[in-house]
């Protein structure tokens, strides 16, 4: 071995090459070493000083909203734990009952559409560029007479989206930093992240598992999922999801009538989040417009994601009736206008043909069909909790199933599931607080795979 130097080559002993390789490689721990040729044979070794090594950081600070969330959003951690469950067995069938998402194709009466809007895209007559960014005329009065017929919404009142997640973040946009919120707890964690984002809440009370600033409106099997609004402090902004997710209860006529008048006497509104309202069945109300003066304190959120499959495709529509009003009178859907052309070109029109064509009475059959399909996995999943003793709720109105293990953490339950019967659910805590010793099985899933499920449920708490 020989050592470089700035003019020759000094040949090593065997010996000095191990004391020399020894302090060598001790040194490349502490610092970076470049290497510089001025001419054939001859090199100059260089230190890279410690300021050269740090990595380059900007002088703009980190959003402090964002630093006050816990952990990751829910559904992208069960997602990390199901991964790495897979590569420790990765001969295993992990079969995916946790975060809803649909699993069976698009009826084809509603593909066909996208596809002739596409293939029209690349013709003279076909194409279209920009859209409005409301949505397709056709589209918004056909949206307000399949679903708000009779209700008094009209198709100005309606904005379509590409989907009602991304309609909550905007509605927290609209009503800023300012505003007070309350939330069901157990509720789908979107409403409580965008509103620690938007600035809305205070820090993190770990001892509690809860955001100051927030109002958690506790809904259990002990008030039959409604929250005692007695007990419940005024705020400016009232999230509710009926069907609830995750626990699948859906609110009575009698018990939304309360919460609209709840609202109306303490000047609230109401962002009501009706993703499931196609699972509903009876007379429990689809739209919280059902309810009278409903338009006077409400915003409804809607998607086509688990009724035809959309959860790709992206295509939703929030109604903003035009008798809502701030306290200055100025109506608020003037407001989410601005929010929506500033931030949003409008919902694809490929998703918007798929649109129309779900609300064809050939797609409305369609899309009843799929429900109907999950509404017979989720009773199987019931059927199974149920015949294992376990009190179960939700599965009526609803594609989610609501397990309750007393007593037990809802993390340490999903582990044990997905460790002994390699199948993912979600944990109740996930959702909230209330959400604590529940576990929520979705019925999101192909018929083989959530029998299969059962049989491992059966095999596991038998």
Known sequence: MSVLNHNHVTPLSSSSSAIFAKNTFTSVRTQIVSVSSKKAGVCKCVATSPAEQTAYKTKVSRNGNIAKLQAGYLFP??????????????????????IGDTTEPIPEVITSAMAKRALGLSTIEGYTG????????????????????NLGIEEDDIFVSDGAKSDISRLQVLFGSNVTMAVQDPSYPAYVDSSVIIGQTG??????????????????????????LSKVSRTDIIFFC???????????????????????????????????AMYVSGDTPKSIFEIPGA????IETASFSKYAGFTGVRLGW????????????????????????????????????????????EGLQAMHEVVGFYKENTKIIVDTFTSLGFTVY??????????????RSSWDVFSEILEKTHVVTTPGSGF???????????????????????????????
Request: with cysteine; proline share 6%; glycine share 10%.
């Open 77 to 98: 951690e069960i997602g990390r734990r199901k991964a790495a469950h897979m590569l420790k067995y990765p001969d295993a069938q992990v079969i995916s009952l946790g």
């Open 130 to 149: 920009y859209g409005a960014e409301q949505g397709e005329k056709q589209l918004r009065a056909q949206l307000a007479s399949t679903f708000y017929s």
């Open 203 to 228: 820090e993190f009370q770990k001892d509690i598992e809860k955001f100051g600033n927030i109002e958690y409106m506790k809904c259990t099997p002990e008030n039959d999922f409604f929250p005692d």
């Open 242 to 276: 009926s069907p609830n997710n995750p626990t699948g209860s859906a609110a009575s006529r009698e018990q939304l009538t309360k919460l609209v008048n709840f609202a109306k006497d303490n000047g609230s509104i109401i962002i009501y989040d009706s993703a499931y």
């Open 295 to 298: 338009k006077e304190v409400a």
């Open 318 to 361: 929030t109604v903003v009736p035009k008798e809502l009003k701030y306290s200055d009178g100025f109506p608020v859907a003037k407001d989410f206008n601005r929010i929506v052309c500033t931030g949003f070109n409008g919902a694809s029109n490929i998703a918007q043909a798929g649109g129309l064509a779900c609300l064809s009475p």
């Open 394 to 407: 939700g599965g009526i109105h609803a594609p989610y199933v609501w397990v309750h293990f007393p007593g």
């Open 432 to 462: 909230g607080p209330a959400g604590e010793g529940f576990v929520r099985v979705s019925a999101f899933g192909h018929r083989n795979n959530v029998l299969e499920a059962c049989r491992r449920f059966k095999e596991l708490y038998k």
